[in-house]
């Protein structure tokens, strides 16, 4: 029932910093976690964060932590992922995708995705 819009993308530089933002539309965006994911050319989709809708914990895959930081404004019905020390591998599109439980987000397997943001990281 909720339908998402990724922005921010673009080209960035490594080491650079890149603001994405995802804007949810439909009825109770609070109710659900939300995650991002991405697809980098020739590759499976990665699930790279996810941030629950209770309390707002977050969790991150290996290869981004402490690189990237996921938030939402329950209220303006929005998420966010702000990255950081960007490097050429994080060349890929972005999603956000919701309706699944962080507590198992290694588990999740979107059927679906919506059109992404691009972001490409080169020199």
């Known amino acids: 029932q909720l339908k998402f819009v990724e922005s921010g993308g673009g080209l960035v530089q490594p080491g650079g910093s890149l603001n994405l933002s995802c804007e949810a539309s439909?009825?109770?965006?609070?109710?659900?976690?939300l995650a991002w994911f991405r697809q980098a050319p020739g590759r499976e989709h990665e699930g790279i964060s996810c941030?629950?809708?209770?309390?707002?914990?977050?969790k991150y895959a290996a290869t981004v932590k402490g690189r990237f930081t996921i938030s939402r404004d329950n209220a303006k019905n929005t998420a966010h992922l702000q990255m950081t020390s960007l490097k050429p591998e994080d060349t890929a599109v972005y999603y956000c995708?919701?309706?699944?439980?962080?507590?198992?987000?290694?588990?999740?397997?979107?059927?679906?995705w919506g059109q992404g943001t691009q972001v490409t990281v080169s020199s």
């Open positions: 995708v919701a309706n699944y439980a962080c507590s198992i987000f290694d588990a999740w397997s979107p059927a679906h």
């Open positions: 439909g009825s109770n965006y609070a109710y659900y976690d």
């Open positions: 941030i629950s809708t209770r309390d707002a914990s977050t």
